[in-house]
C-alpha cells in the first residue's frame, strides 16, 4: 500500500457518512430512472447502497419529481441527495427527504433572473441548515454561469469554472455556511486534472467532489475516469468520487464496482499513468493489466521489480512497469526508469531514453543496473 497524503479537508457530513478530513473516500452513483416510477428508482437506489455506494444521487426536476421522494426516503437506508437543476426554490421540496442539495451556480440565473445570485445561494443553505443537509456547489464546464464566461478569454474553459467555484465558497463561508463540497468537472479528464489541482491549491480546506462527465460507455470511460483520479488522489485530492458511464439502468452498480477498483488501485501503486505519489522514497508504480497483456510474466515481473529494488527504498525514484506496448511505450514516458512488456521482451527507457529490449531472464539485473547507476549520479 502507498502512503497517501490526504488534503486537510474539512469534514463534512452527509447522512450516515463524513467525507473530508482523512475519512475513507466516498463512492457514489445517481439514478437513472423516472424519479416519479417509484418502484424503479427505489429498486435502483437499493442496488447503487448495495454495491457500496457512500451516497446515491437522484435527478428531480419537477413538483412531482419532488413529492416522489417522500416514498423513496421511506425505502431506503441508503444516504441520499439531489440535484437542483433551474429551479432552486424545489430546495424547499426536497430537503426534508435527502441527506445533501447540490446546485449548479451555472444554472441560478435561469429563475428571477433579477434576484442577485447571492441571495438565491443564501436561500439554498438556509434550507440546507434548517433540514441537516450538506451541499455541493457543482461547478461543470458545459453549464457555467455566462456572466463568469464573458470575462475570461473564449480558449479558458478553466478560468471561469474556477472563479466561479471560489466566489460561491466564499459566500458560503461569509454566510457560515461550511458543509459544503465542490465539484469542478469537465468531459476531458487533462481539464478535470488541472482544474482540480488549481482549486485544491487555493482552497486546500474544502472537501472535493471528482468526476469526469460524460466519460462514456466501458472501457473506455472507466479509462478516461481512472487517468483524471490517478493523477489527482495520488497528491491526496479528492474526498468522494463518480465514474459515470454509459450503461443500462440494470448495471449502474458498476459505476460503484468501477470507482471501488481504481481506488484499491491507485492505493496499492496500480497505475496506468506515471504518478507522483509525493513520496521522498522510491516509488514504483505498475498498470493494473488488462485484456492487452501480452504475456502473463509481466505480472511476476512487477512483484519481482518491487522485491529487487527495495534495496534503494530511501531513494526518491520512480519506476513505472507497465504490461503492453499500447500504451507503455508513451506512459514511461514520466519515469525516472521504466518498464514495458512485450510477448517475448521487457523494454527499458530511461526517462523517454530507450536503454534497449531484454528477455524476462535478463531483464532484472539490467534494471538494477541502471538503477545504481542513477543512484550514483545523484548522490
Ligand atoms: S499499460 Fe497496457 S496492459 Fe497495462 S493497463 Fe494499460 S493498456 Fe492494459
Known amino acids: 500500500m502507498v502512503e497517501i497524503k490526504r488534503n486537510s479537508t474539512r469534514a463534512v457530513q452527509i447522512g450516515a457518512i463524513t467525507i473530508g478530513f482523512g475519512h475513507p473516500i466516498a463512492t457514489q452513483s445517481m439514478t437513472a430512472t423516472h424519479t416519479q416510477d417509484i418502484v424503479a428508482t427505489l429498486e435502483q437506489v437499493n442496488a447503487l447502497h448495495q454495491a457500496g455506494a457512500g451516497i446515491v444521487r437522484i435527478a428531480v426536476d419537477s413538483k412531482k419529481d419532488a413529492a416522489a421522494l417522500q416514498a423513496i426516503r421511506a425505502g431506503t437506508a441508503a444516504n441520499l441527495a439531489i440535484d437542483l437543476q433551474e429551479n432552486y426554490r424545489l430546495a424547499v421540496e426536497v430537503a426534508p427527504f435527502v441527506d445533501k442539495l447540490r446546485y449548479n451556480p451555472g444554472h441560478l440565473y435561469h429563475h428571477e433572473p433579477t434576484k442577485p445570485w447571492q441571495d438565491k445561494v443564501k436561500f439554498i443553505a438556509e434550507v440546507a441548515a434548517s433540514n441537516e443537509c450538506a451541499l455541493r ?63 485544491a491549491q487555493s482552497r486546500p480546506d474544502v472537501p472535493l467532489h471528482l468526476g469526469v462527465t460524460e466519460a462514456g460507455m466501458p472501457p473506455d470511460g472507466i479509462i478516461k475516469t481512472r487517468i483524471a483520479f490517478e493523477q489527482l488522489i495520488s497528491r491526496g485530492i479528492g474526498d468522494t468520487v463518480r465514474v459515470s458511464l454509459t450503461v443500462p439502468n440494470s448495471r449502474k452498480p458498476e459505476e460503484i464496482a468501477a470507482a471501488g477498483a481504481i481506488l484499491a488501485d491507485i492505493a496499492a501503486g496500480r497505475v496506468r499513468s506515471v504518478v507522483d505519489y509525493g513520496l521522498a522514497s522510491l516509488n514504483i508504480i505498475s498498470c493494473p493489466s488488462c485484456s492487452r497483456v501480452e504475456n502473463e510474466a509481466f505480472i511476476d515481473l512487477a512483484s519481482q521489480v518491487k522485491q529487487m529494488t527495495s534495496y534503494a527504498s530511501q531513494h526518491k525514484i520512480t519506476i513505472a512497469v507497465m504490461g503492453c506496448r499500447v500504451n507503455g511505450p508513451g506512459e514511461t514516458d514520466d519515469a525516472d526508469l521504466g518498464l514495458w512488456c512485450g510477448p517475448t521482451h521487457v523494454n527499458l527507457k530511461r526517462r523517454s531514453r530507450e536503454l534497449g529490449a531484454f528477455s524476462y531472464d535478463a531483464i532484472l539485473p539490467k534494471l538494477r543496473e541502471e538503477l545504481d547507476r542513477i543512484i550514483l549520479e545523484r548522490a
Open 137 to 199: 456547489v457543482g461547478v461543470n464546464c458545459g453549464s457555467v454561469d455566462p456572466a463568469k464566461k464573458a470575462k475570461f478569454s473564449a480558449d479558458d474553459s478553466v478560468g471561469p469554472m474556477l472563479a466561479s467555484a471560489f466566489e460561491h465558497c466564499e459566500l458560503l463561508d461569509t454566510i457560515g455556511f461550511t458543509r459544503y463540497c465542490v465539484s469542478l468537472k469537465d468531459s476531458d479528464p487533462m481539464k478535470v486534472i488541472d482544474v482540480n489541482k488549481r482549486f
